[in-house]
T-cell receptor, first 113, second 114 residues
Framework: DTGVSQDPRHKITKRGQNVTFRCDPI?????LYWYRQTLGQGPEFLTYFQNEAQLEKSRLLSDRFSAERPKGSFSTLEIQRTEQGDSAMYLC???????????FGPGTRLTVT | QQQVKQSPQSLIVQKGGIPIINCAYE??????FPWYQQFPGKGPALLIA?????SEKKEGRFTISFNKSAKQFSLHIMDSQPGDSATYFC?????????????FGTGTRLTIIP
């Protein structure tokens, strides 16, 4: 399968714990995006990378959130001191070029208890 | 501020009918308008996209109609099938100056009944 992959698919954690998600984009796609989707809503942009550079961050991305894309390949999204409001589907997408289509992975569903 | 408004919230159509989902946007700088299909527990899948230099685009059974002056665009699904039952999202972005983020509508839950 050559699509965007995300790991884990599901994560249940207790409030206050740290979690980390991984995204592997489609190979040769140099742009990688993170979105968050809550129930009944469309995805909301969090941040994006061009190669290893993080070029934009949404105001939704509080100080507890950090994303990296070392070497311009896979990316990780870490949430520190999770809160119940962080419960959502975290989606990763990749694109081959500016003005290009964004292809989404299956998402990581986070539940904070 | 919701920059892309989508309607209806839900839609039930009989098999073979033509569901129509509408979106309206506010930001005149938007110049790329994709539609995504999402099944429960899955990520959104790109269906079709349009740019404002054309008023219509067809790919298979899916058609986008675009009205630049009204700042509206819509998705039509021809010969709808039960397998088309999913949530559909419109989106938009301003690709100038390297602006990359997609702004999504709130989604339309489509049910095709046999």
């Amino acid at each position: 399968d050559t699509g965007v992959s995300q790991d884990p698919r599901h994560k249940i954690t207790k409030r206050g714990q740290n979690v980390t998600f991984r995204c592997d984009p489609i190979s040769e796609h140099n742009r990688l995006y993170w979105y968050r989707q809550t129930l009944g809503q469309g995805p909301e942009f969090l941040t994006y990378f061009q190669n290893e550079a993080q070029l934009e961050k949404s105001r939704l991305l509080s100080d507890r959130f950090s994303a990296e894309r070392p070497k311009g390949s896979f990316s990780t999204l870490e949430i520190q001191r999770t809160e119940q409001g962080d419960s959502a589907m975290y989606l990763c997408a990749s694109s081959p070029k500016v003005e290009g289509e964004q292809y989404f992975g299956p998402g990581t569903r986070l539940t904070v208890t | 501020q919701q920059q892309v408004k989508q309607s209806p919230q839900s839609l039930i159509v009989q098999k073979g009918g033509i569901p129509i989902i509408n979106c309206a946007y506010e930001n005149t700088a938007f110049d790329y308008f994709p539609w995504y299909q999402q099944f429960p527990g899955k990520g959104p899948a790109l269906l079709i996209a349009i740019r404002p230099d054309v008023s219509e685009k067809k790919e298979g059974r899916f058609t986008i109609s675009f009205n630049k002056s009204a700042k509206q665009f819509s998705l039509h699904i021809m010969d709808s099938q039960p397998g088309d039952s999913a949530t559909y999202f419109c989106a938009a972005n301003d690709t100038n100056f390297g602006n990359e983020k997609l702004t999504f509508g709130t989604g339309t839950r489509l049910t095709i009944i046999p």
